[in-house]
Every structure is written in structure tokens, then in C-alpha cells.
């Protein structure tokens, strides 16, 4: 799997505004689904026949007239049937409609590649909040120190304004952002983690915590995010190529040569650039430092896991081979099993042509290097004879 994390910087804002958030409404949310399930106009003959049963005419038309008011449903003409609204549909794929409410609102944004909604959530100031920034500046002036002064809402929050509802990462609940003040003043910074996980699919989530508007403490957040163009742009196999020739310096035109005759992505590597781990199980843990990846930016250093390993070249395959037979000589051992072991050993390099040596090539290496207890694995037997018996 491959995990990348970085920090996000979230700013916030206070100003006064007007935001329809989420409510639990079930008795519009139940007109909202007479309006789908009817896919036609609705009037009050079909609200009361279907919700309310025998009831005065007017009645029903009220209850129209406030699914308007309250967005869920819409018309052409200034009374009568109406329709299920964008809003509406909204309003049922989530649960809940969307109530406007006036009041100095605390707005978080971030700006970053791989958040496709830049406003991640609104909270609202009490009157007891929004008394205590008016005092903190006030005694800022009587100490003769530079009061926080009035700002001009930020160009990302203006831009928010009558766009579709989103879902706020602290608590799921919709909002929609309908006025925004000309002026507010700036709130406090925070950081939060973004990461990017790709096994199967991609998936990206936000965690941390946002200050609090009251006294309560911050609340976790790990937020599933919806994945941005500029991530489906890519694949896993693409995004694991860029990070290993990142770290490698491989190219990826010959990373993706390597795939295509190992029919896997794999690494090609040097025979002494692995440590001996890696050269037994042809697999290795691969450190990435600080990735920075084309659209999707620059991450914190990662590692993958198991990353399969093949000699870059014959001379590679060669070295690896002759060292995987000296390396599995672990007891006394006689030609014939030496043999087979170097056949199943040489059958691990299926995109290569390295020689298995003989037992008489590793016999004469063991003669060499005498210190080794390996050498004597094979010396020992051959003075006792088995080797000719063999």
C-alpha cells in the first residue's frame, strides 16, 4: 500500500454572515419524498391525501408554501403545484434540509491540491465569544497596543457564497454559505493531516481538530474526503513508479521496461546495493524522502513496503546467484544436493541467464576461504570421502 501524509495549514474567519446548516426536518424532508416518488408537480390534494389525510384545502397549500420558503420545493409561478428543487433533492440524499441562519459565523478554509472543497466548516460565535474579541480589542487600545483591526473577507470565502451545500468535516452536517459581510477579522490557524492511502483505490482523509467557539475542548476529526481530479488523473501503478524513481533514480521509462517483462512492477537494483535481507526474499522496504509528486504535491518521507527487487543487468544476476549458493550452505553437504540446490536456486532468475556453479566451483571456493565455517560444511565431508561416493 502506498501512504503519503503531509501538514495543512487551515485559516479561519469571523465575520457576519448568513449559513443554512443541516436540521433533522422529517415532516419537509416527507414532502421532499412525495415530490420525488411523484415525479410531477405536487398541489395540496396530494399532500393531503398522501401525508396528512382530511384536512381543509388551505392547509395543504400552506404546507407547500413553506417547502418553498424552506428551498425543498419550487415553482415558476407565484402560487400553486410545485416542484422538487435541487436543494430538495439535497435535502434527501442526506437527511436533513438546510435552515439559514443569521449570526457571526467562524469559517475554516484550506487551500490545498487535494481538498476539492476549500471551506471545511463553519461554527457559530455566541454573543458571549463574539463580547469577548470586542473586549480583547478594547483593552489592547487601553494599553496603547494596536487593536485587530477589520479585514476584508478573503477572495476563497466570497467564493464560497451561494455554492453547492457541503458536508463540514467536524460533525457530517450540511451548510451552505448565503451572505458574507464585506469585513470580519481573521481567526486563529491550525494544522491538520492530510493523507492518501492507495491499495486497491485511492482514498484520502483529513484528521486532527479544529479550535473549539466556546469553552468545550477541540474535537477529533478524520474525515473521508472526495477525491479530486488531479488524484483520478492518476493510477497506483504510475504513482509508484514516480515514488521509486524519485528515490532511485531510475527512470520510470525503464522502471515501466522492467514491468512490462516481469509482467509486476519491480525494481531493478544493483547486486551490492542490497542489503542481504533483500537479496534472500528478492524484497525490500524502500524510503522515500519527502516525495513531491507532479499536481499532488510535496509529502512527508514514506516508505514502501516490499518492494520486489530484480538485478538490474546479467552481471547483477550472476553476483546474486553465486551468493545465494554460498549463503544456503548452512550444514554438511555433498555434490548431489549442492547440485539440486543451485537449480532451484538458479530457477528464482526467470528474466535472466546467470551460470549455477558446480559442486566442484563452490568445492574450490571452499578451499579459499578456509575461515569460513561454510568452507568446512563442504571440506569436511570430502576428507571423510562422501564426496566421491556421492
Given at each position: ?264 512492477q519491480v525494481l531493478p537494483a544493483t547486486f551490492q546495493s ?117
Amino acid at each position: 500500500m502506498i501512504r503519503l501524509t503531509r501538514s495543512v495549514t487551515v485559516s479561519s474567519f469571523d465575520v457576519e454572515a448568513t449559513v443554512a446548516v443541516g436540521r433533522d426536518r422529517p415532516e419537509l424532508l416527507a414532502v421532499a419524498r412525495l415530490a420525488a416518488d411523484l415525479g410531477r408537480p405536487i398541489g395540496s390534494e396530494d399532500v393531503l391525501r398522501e401525508l396528512l389525510g382530511p384536512r381543509p384545502d388551505v392547509l395543504g397549500w400552506r404546507v407547500i408554501e413553506r417547502c418553498v420558503t424552506a428551498g425543498i420545493l419550487e415553482r415558476k409561478r407565484e402560487r400553486g403545484e410545485a416542484t422538487l428543487s435541487a436543494l430538495g433533492r439535497v435535502a434527501l440524499e442526506h437527511g436533513e434540509v438546510l435552515v439559514p441562519q443569521e449570526g457571526i459565523w467562524r469559517f475554516f478554509f484550506a487551500e490545498d491540491p487535494l481538498i476539492p472543497a476549500i471551506l471545511l466548516d463553519v461554527q457559530t460565535l455566541r454573543g458571549e465569544s463574539a463580547r469577548e474579541e470586542r473586549g480583547t480589542a478594547k483593552e489592547a487600545r487601553s494599553r496603547g497596543e494596536r487593536a485587530p483591526q477589520a479585514e476584508r473577507a478573503p477572495a476563497l470565502l466570497r467564493e464560497c457564497v451561494s455554492t453547492d451545500p457541503r458536508s463540514s468535516i467536524r460533525h457530517g452536517h450540511l451548510f451552505q454559505v448565503r451572505e458574507v459581510a464585506e469585513k470580519g477579522m481573521a481567526g486563529p490557524e491550525t494544522e491538520l493531516r492530510l493523507t492518501l492511502t492507495w491499495d486497491e483505490t485511492p482514498a484520502l482523509r483529513l484528521a486532527g481538530s479544529l479550535p473549539q467557539t466556546d469553552d468545550e475542548a477541540p474535537k477529533a476529526i478524520d474525515a473521508s474526503l472526495d477525491l479530486p481530479s488531479v488524484v483520478t488523473a492518476w493510477n497506483r501503478e504510475s504513482l509508484w513508479r514516480a515514488l521509486v524513481s524519485q528515490e532511485t533514480g531510475v527512470p520510470e521509462t525503464e522502471l515501466d521496461r522492467f514491468r512490462r517483462i516481469a509482467q509486476r512492477q519491480v525494481l531493478p537494483a544493483t547486486f551490492q546495493s542490497l542489503p542481504e535481507a533483500a537479496r534472500r526474499t528478492f524484497r525490500r522496504d524502500l524510503a522515500v524522502g519527502s516525495p513531491d509528486i507532479d499536481d499532488l504535491g510535496e509529502f512527508d518521507a514514506t516508505t514502501l513496503k516490499d518492494v520486489p527487487v530484480v538485478p538490474s543487468s546479467e552481471a547483477d544476476a550472476q553476483a546474486w546467484l553465486s551468493w545465494l549458493e554460498w549463503d544456503a550452505i548452512r550444514d554438511y553437504t555433498i555434490p548431489g544436493e549442492l547440485e539440486a540446490r543451485s537449480r532451484e536456486l538458479r530457477a528464482l532468475f526467470p528474466h535472466h541467464a546467470p551460470r549455477a556453479r558446480s559442486a566442484m566451483d563452490l568445492l574450490a571456493k571452499a578451499r579459499v576461504e578456509k575461515r569460513e565455517d561454510r568452507s568446512w560444511f563442504l571440506l569436511a565431508p570430502m576428507d571423510l570421502g562422501l564426496w566421491s561416493s556421492s
